[in-house]
T-cell receptor
Framework: KAGVTQTPRYLIKTRGQQVTLSCSPISGHRSVSWYQQTPGQGLQFLFE???????NKGNFPGRFSGRQFSNSRSEMNVSTLELGDSALYLC?????????????FGPGTRLTVL | TQLLEQSPQFLSIQEGENLTVYCNSSSVFSSLQWYRQEPGEGPVLLVTVVTGGEVKKLKRLTFQFGDARKDSSLHITAAQTGDTGLYLCAGSPAGNNRKLIWGLGTSLAVNP
């Protein structure tokens, strides 16, 4: 099975711009979660989508949004970028009912905001 | 607030040495996972433990879940340079299987 894929791998934007990141989960996985990872804060949960519906949400401002399509592919959008949004954005898919909600991660998108 | 504390935060050892890293909490978890993350990549699942007192072995890695399901440890025997990476633990709180609590990780450097 192909793993989780994320595009693009690297992105450089300037403050005030917006960005859209894409994630394709493992075939058969209907749950997709997004995380922000920074050296000081570790992995911070953004949101989880299941069957095109947002099922869980972390403590991030409304500038961060996402969606999931009928084929389980997901996108996340960040509007009005700030310097502090520079981070590795990770997407993970999981199989419903798997023990412990095991996450299978993509390689991430490294976002740099200048 | 449910937290998972990982220790040590950083560890630098020589190839061939043994090491143990810890993941502790005051909360009970129904299961706990360990991941390894290499620079520039996403975390990779190593193991899931679900039963209090459970011990799982993966080649030179030994994972243990505490009897009370509040803590876990990862022991590496005869470390190799390929073991270098960030080791993360994540737990599902008892009664909420859809949520995952993440530790900040232990950054391990194995030097040749």
């Amino acid at each position: 099975k192909a793993g989780v894929t994320q595009t693009p791998r690297y992105l450089i934007k300037t403050r005030g711009q917006q960005v859209t990141l894409s994630c394709s989960p493992i075939s058969g996985h209907r749950s997709v979660s997004w995380y922000q990872q920074t050296p000081g804060q570790g992995l911070q949960f953004l949101f989880e989508y299941f069957s095109e519906t947002q099922r869980n949400k972390g403590n991030f401002p409304g500038r961060f949004s996402g969606r999931q399509f009928s084929n389980s592919r997901s996108e996340m959008n960040v509007s009005t970028l700030e310097l502090g949004d520079s981070a590795l954005y990770l997407c993970a898919s999981s199989l419903e009912g798997a023990p412990g909600n095991e996450q299978f991660f993509g390689p991430g998108t490294r976002l740099t905001v200048l | 607030t449910q937290l998972l504390e990982q220790s040590p935060q950083f560890l630098s050892i020589q190839e061939g040495e043994n090491l143990t890293v810890y993941c502790n909490s005051s909360s009970v978890f129904s299961s706990l996972q360990w991941y390894r993350q290499e620079p520039g990549e996403g975390p990779v699942l190593l193991v899931t433990v679900v039963t209090g007192g459970e011990v799982k072995k993966l080649k030179r890695l030994t994972f243990q879940f505490g009897d009370a399901r509040k803590d876990s440890s990862l022991h590496i025997t005869a470390a190799q340079t390929g073991d270098t990476g960030l080791y993360l633990c994540a737990g599902s709180p008892a009664g909420n299987n859809r949520k995952l609590i993440w530790g900040l990780g232990t950054s391990l450097a194995v030097n040749p």
